[in-house]
């Protein structure tokens, strides 16, 4: 079972909340300062509390944790707010996902403030690129190589999708379809293509909005109560979608599709949040909160997971590459990546790829 979720992740548990990643990317020593200069010895300080509070909070040593708490918070007043988040800026620009998350958090705790204690990512390249794949662990991204050319569908500015969350139910042009579904969103650099996968599929089978692919989605005063397909309900707060939206750090030339998309990758992590995730990692991990259960989409899945978690079970079936190349909507797995088939040909990255290979396929009824 678990060697279908290769083209996400190499080692499961690769990344989570493990503070040995970081040190792997970071080593004793920052190399943007000399070895004994006061920057560095700082940001190793701070670094290395934070790594041992990450593993204390996740092995419950209450009492360390408390005592790696007061530790921070001392470096905080000795070196002044203004350093300590120059500091906490300068890691989180060089952090991977899962310790991204992690650094967030606790920087609003820090300053709550701030409005957006994340760093802007780096612009997306036009292409697949090493960086922007389906990996979700350490090693496991997919080889642009394993999946030939591909072309550009827009020549519109590419835009992030974090800032776009202020969602509406809108029930107007029912079931209209996508206008460009290639580059109108699209992955990030996280891990999650199973999941943009699910909803690129989904909105050209049932409509762009989540009011096409869910069966209803009301506003609350706080957020959103959402039925899926399959009866499956659940309440979304604003404040979840907002992290959703920058978590998920998709990209794209359409804002209101970005909108859309967003919101149904929330919704997917708020039902892995009261489901459990993962068929072969520790399905409870995700039930811990809404942070843990975003991080469960990022880590590598099997093909149909969120298929079902976008309450789509019963209204797909399996499939073959050949069947989805001769035109079947669908989605599709093979060389650590997951991917939309549109009209015969892979969705990659925000460009229009070729016919699928061989793989792991599954096709809308």
Same mark, same amino acid.
């Given at each position: 079972?678990?060697?279908?979720?290769?083209?996400?992740?190499?080692?499961?548990?690769?990344?989570?909340?493990?503070?040995?990643?970081?040190?792997?990317?970071?080593?004793?020593?920052?190399?943007?300062?000399?070895?004994? %200069?006061?920057?560095?010895?700082?940001?190793?300080?701070?670094?290395?509390?934070?790594?041992?509070?990450?593993?204390?909070?996740?092995?419950?040593?209450?009492?360390?944790?408390?005592?790696?708490?007061?530790?921070?918070?001392?470096?905080?007043?000795?070196?002044?707010?203004?350093?300590?988040?120059?500091?906490?800026?300068?890691?989180?620009?060089?952090?991977?996902?899962?310790?991204? %998350?992690?650094?967030?958090?606790?920087?609003?705790?820090?300053?709550?403030?701030?409005?957006?204690?994340?760093?802007?990512?780096?612009?997306?390249?036009?292409?697949?690129?090493?960086?922007?794949?389906?990996?979700?662990?350490?090693?496991?991204?997919?080889?642009?190589?394993?999946?030939?050319?591909?072309?550009?569908?827009?020549?519109?500015?590419?835009?992030?999708?974090?800032?776009?969350?202020?969602?509406?139910?809108?029930?107007?042009?029912?079931?209209?379809?996508?206008?460009?579904?290639?580059?109108?969103?699209?992955?990030?650099?996280?891990?999650?293509?199973?999941?943009?996968?699910?909803?690129?599929?989904?909105?050209?089978?049932?409509?762009?909005?989540?009011?096409?692919?869910?069966?209803?989605?009301?506003?609350?005063?706080?957020?959103?109560?959402?039925?899926?397909?399959?009866?499956?309900?659940?309440?979304?707060?604003?404040?979840?979608?907002?992290?959703?939206?920058?978590?998920?750090?998709?990209?794209?030339?359409?804002?209101?599709?970005?909108?859309?998309?967003?919101?149904?990758?929330?919704?997917?992590?708020?039902?892995?949040?009261?489901?459990?995730?993962?068929? %072969?990692?520790?399905?409870?991990?995700?039930?811990?909160?809404?942070?843990?259960?975003?991080?469960?989409?990022?880590?590598?899945?099997?093909?149909?997971?969120?298929?079902?978690?976008?309450?789509?079970?019963?209204?797909?079936?399996?499939?073959?590459?050949?069947?989805?190349?001769?035109?079947?909507?669908?989605?599709?797995?093979?060389?650590?990546?997951?991917?939309?088939?549109?009209?015969?040909?892979?969705?990659?990255?925000?460009?229009?790829?070729?016919?699928?290979?061989?793989?792991?396929?599954?096709?809308?009824?």
């Amino acid at each position: 079972m678990a060697g279908y979720a290769l083209w996400e992740s190499g080692a499961r548990g690769a990344r989570g909340f493990d503070a040995s990643i970081y040190e792997g990317v970071y080593g004793r020593q920052s190399p943007a300062y000399g070895f004994n %200069d006061d920057r560095a010895a700082n940001t190793e300080s701070v670094r290395q509390l934070l790594s041992e509070l990450m593993d204390a909070e996740k092995t419950s040593k209450s009492q360390t944790a408390q005592e790696l708490r007061d530790k921070l918070n001392d470096k905080r007043e000795e070196l002044g707010d203004e350093k300590f988040k120059e500091i906490m800026k300068e890691l989180m620009e060089k952090a991977d996902v899962s310790w991204l %998350d992690y650094l967030r958090r606790m920087m609003r705790m820090w300053f709550p403030e701030l409005d957006d204690t994340s760093p802007t990512p780096s612009p997306p390249s036009p292409g697949p690129s090493p960086r922007g794949g389906g990996g979700g662990g350490g090693g496991g991204t997919p080889s642009p190589n394993n999946f030939g050319p591909s072309e550009p569908m827009s020549n519109l500015p590419i835009t992030e999708g974090s800032k776009h969350f202020n969602y509406k139910p809108d029930e107007s042009s029912p079931g209209k379809k996508p206008d460009n579904i290639w580059s109108g969103f699209s992955q990030g650099p996280d891990g999650n293509c199973v999941t943009v996968s699910a909803i690129k599929g989904a909105m050209m089978k049932f409509g762009q909005k989540p009011t096409d692919v869910f069966k209803e989605v009301k506003e609350t005063a706080n957020g959103y109560q959402v039925t899926m397909r399959d009866g499956f309900k659940l309440d979304l707060s604003k404040d979840e979608l907002k992290q959703a939206a920058r978590y998920a750090q998709f990209k794209g030339d359409n804002p209101q599709m970005l909108t859309d998309a967003n919101f149904m990758f929330a919704a997917s992590a708020k039902r892995a949040q009261m489901e459990g995730n993962g068929l %072969d990692d520790n399905p409870n991990e995700s039930k811990k909160s809404f942070a843990h259960a975003m991080q469960s989409l990022n880590n590598g899945e099997m093909p149909h997971e969120a298929l079902d978690r976008l309450g789509l079970k019963g209204l797909y079936r399996q499939s073959s590459s050949s069947e989805l190349a001769s035109g079947k909507l669908g989605v599709v797995a093979y060389d650590r990546h997951s991917m939309a088939v549109i009209d015969g040909k892979v969705e990659l990255w925000g460009r229009r790829g070729g016919a699928p290979k061989q793989g792991i396929a599954y096709a809308f009824l």
